[in-house]
């Protein structure tokens, strides 16, 4: 269940560098634009409601980690952002006109199935620029109850000392809609409840090396200890946001 890239690897620094040259970086104004346009779809088909939005921080690395129940998650989330965000999502949506369209709005492919060298190396590099990185920490679609989570959202937070801040998505799958059964009703209400920002491991902020340095580098035991811990406390803190949100929206 915890797969750590890059875990106690000597060569594991050199692999990145490696991926580093092959990797280029997300477009920033093209997350921008795929804001704007998640804007118009999200709010013209379905009747969002935002939450807590204003906890996001307004500058500097921040993680996005949300729960993940439905194929909108993402745009939702995407549109509904104050600021232009960078989503990890599987290659295999990459086909055809939709890739490059997923990589013209700055989304990031990665190969579930590996350590992608390209895909980690993107995604830090973007956090020490100051971007905004959104992750299923579930690894795919399920129940979205942050239940289960894969290592990648503690290794990334770890690694880069970026905050994270739960989002909850709530309503997106209640029901099929009547002409699509694949999305919720046209014009259903779908809750988006950002949370207070929180750091991966506890009583380190990401500003003490300067907001967005990577920071815990290392190897062997103690690097696997840290992300053990990370994720431990990640889950908690994803699960009582979620309770939270329920109480919130009365879902």
Known sequence: MRRHPGRGEAGGEVSL????????????????VGRRIGVGLMYGLW????????????????????????????PMVMG?????????????????PLGAFLTGIGQLKVDRTAADRAAITQALDLLAAGGVLGIFPE?????????????????????????????????????????????PPVRSRVDVVFGDPFDAIDGVRSSDKGGGGRRAGGSGRRTRRA??????????????????????TGR
């Open 80 to 96: 509904v952002a104050p600021r232009p965000t960078h989503f990890l999502i599987k290659k295999e949506a990459f086909i055809g």
């Open 17 to 32: 560098l490696s991926a580093r040259r092959e990797a280029s970086p997300p477009s920033e104004k093209g997350a921008e």
């Open 139 to 183: 690894g795919t679609r399920g129940e979205g109850d942050f239940a289960s989570l894969r290592a990648g959202l503690a290794y990334f937070a770890v690694r880069s000392g970026a905050p994270v801040v739960p989002v909850a998505v709530m309503g997106s799958s209640d029901r099929p809609g009547r002409l699509i059964k694949a999305l």
């Open 227 to 248: 992300l053990d811990e990370a994720t431990e406390r990640i889950q908690k803190q994803l699960t009582a946001h979620l309770e939270n949100a329920r109480r919130l």
């Open 47 to 74: 009747r969002p409601r935002v939450l807590g939005a204003w906890k996001v921080p307004a500058s500097g690395p921040v993680i996005l980690a949300v729960n993940h129940s439905h194929n909108i998650d993402g």
